[in-house]
């Protein structure tokens, strides 16, 4: 069996697996998976990671995740490269089925009248890794699209905004000011 789903974080959620009415997953990455992102998304800690999953059949060959973490992240200051703590919090609902079975016509609709819009299906399904889903990578990648992407410790600025206060954004000409100039003339 290997590791509790609770410690591992590949977590594989196989169609089989989940009954009718859902089955609820929470989950804690270890220091071997932390470090492992860590790595992936290039900054230098994945503090903690952890979180809960509630999966669902559906359409009988696929699964739906509704998942919601939490993240504490050291990254790199873009100015002074210091540690910047971040702490995340997501959630999100994604849906899969077997490759064969997301047809591209989804995208395309060819008559306008078959457009309907369900507010439910926040997007489109995704294919299945095998007979399921790895809930891991779902989360890893949400993870990855939540980090800040300029993270900046309080109060850092970059050096030329303090040497040369010309270069600074606050002195710019506005640009709307020219045309208020030529809006007064007519």
Excluded: W
């Amino acid at each position: 069996m290997g590791p509790s789903p609770k410690q591992d974080f590949r977590l594989f959620v196989a169609v089989t697996d989940v009954p009718p009415n859902g089955k609820e997953i929470s989950f804690v990455a270890d220091e071997v998976a932390r470090k492992e992102l860590a790595r992936r998304f290039g900054i230098p800690e994945v503090v903690s990671l952890s979180g809960a999953a509630k999966v669902r059949p559906y359409r009988k060959a696929g699964l739906t995740v509704e998942a919601s973490f939490k993240a504490e992240v050291i990254q790199a200051c873009v100015v002074t490269l210091e540690p910047v703590h971040q702490s995340i919090k997501e959630s999100f609902k994604q849906r899969y089925l077997p490759e064969h079975m997301i047809e591209p016509e989804v995208a395309e609709v060819s008559n306008e009248r078959e457009i309907q819009i369900d507010v439910e299906a926040e997007d489109a399904p995704e294919p299945m890794a095998g007979n399921g889903v790895e809930i891991g990578e779902a989360v890893a990648e949400r993870l990855a699209l939540a980090l800040d992407p300029y993270p900046r410790k309080p109060g850092a600025a970059f050096q030329t905004d303090v040497e040369e206060p010309g270069d600074a954004p606050e002195s710019k000409p506005n640009p709307f000011a020219a045309l208020e100039k030529l809006k007064k003339n007519y």
